[in-house]
């Protein structure tokens, strides 16, 4: 296995990865954000080839086994003052960013997943390490992440490597089809 830095040429991975970790809410807002005649794939793609932003490449890591891309971590350091909601918030964001603002100050992992043929693999273990690795480098002492109750293997991974669980919100559906009923934060200090 090879840990290595993602490049704007693995928007389309990002994409899928980012998907699959949010049970299809990015999809559902890129939908929303694209406009007609637009692929909202492909409004993905270009937000994650990106320089800048959160959602960027430039804030992802990729594990590979035997040359293939496996799995994928993406984060950055959380703001140290969380800013006030803003009321345009679409409603089903909300919660997220109420459970975003309990953890300011640390480096937020957005991001972990592992395509399901490499499952059970110890990829996420390797990439929940980096992700300490580059909370220490980026000055920070705390790892936060917020989880869907339904992501029962990543909760018992979360709770394994000694995250904790801080708030629950619930969650809210508008017209996203979705089973979870709550978004967990955790953190774990370094």
């Given at each position: 296995m090879?840990?290595?830095?993602?490049?704007?040429?693995?928007?389309?991975?990002?994409?899928?990865?980012i998907n699959m970790a949010a049970d299809d809410?990015?999809?559902?807002?890129?939908?929303?954000?694209?406009?007609?005649?637009?692929?909202?794939?492909?409004?993905?793609?270009e937000r994650a080839a990106?320089?800048?932003?959160?959602?960027?490449?430039?804030?992802a890591w990729l594990a590979e086994v035997d040359g293939e891309v496996a799995a994928c971590l993406l984060?950055?350091?959380?703001?140290?003052?969380?800013?006030?909601?803003?009321?345009d918030t679409p409603p089903i964001f909300v919660p997220l960013l109420e459970l975003e603002a309990l953890a300011p100050?640390?480096?937020?992992?957005?991001?972990?997943?592992?395509?399901?043929?490499?499952r059970g693999r110890g990829l996420g273990s390797a990439l929940l390490a980096k992700a300490e690795a580059v909370t220490r480098q980026a000055g920070r002492t705390t790892i936060s992440l917020i989880a869907e109750d339904t992501h029962q293997?990543?909760?018992?991974?979360?709770?394994?490597?000694?995250?904790?669980?801080?708030?629950r919100r619930p969650v809210v559906k508008d017209d996203w089809a979705v089973g979870a009923q709550e978004w967990i934060l955790f953190t774990k200090s370094l």
């Open positions: 090879l840990i290595r830095d993602a490049t704007a040429a693995d928007a389309d991975h990002l994409v899928r990865f809410l990015p999809l559902h807002f890129w939908k929303k954000s694209a406009g007609p005649g637009v692929d909202p794939m492909a409004y993905g793609r990106r320089k800048t932003g959160s959602f960027s490449f430039r804030n984060g950055y350091p959380a703001a140290l003052e969380p800013e006030a909601i803003d009321p100050g640390s480096w937020y992992l957005n991001v972990l997943a592992t395509y399901p043929a490499y293997d990543a909760l018992r991974l979360y709770r394994a490597k000694g995250f904790v669980e801080v708030a």
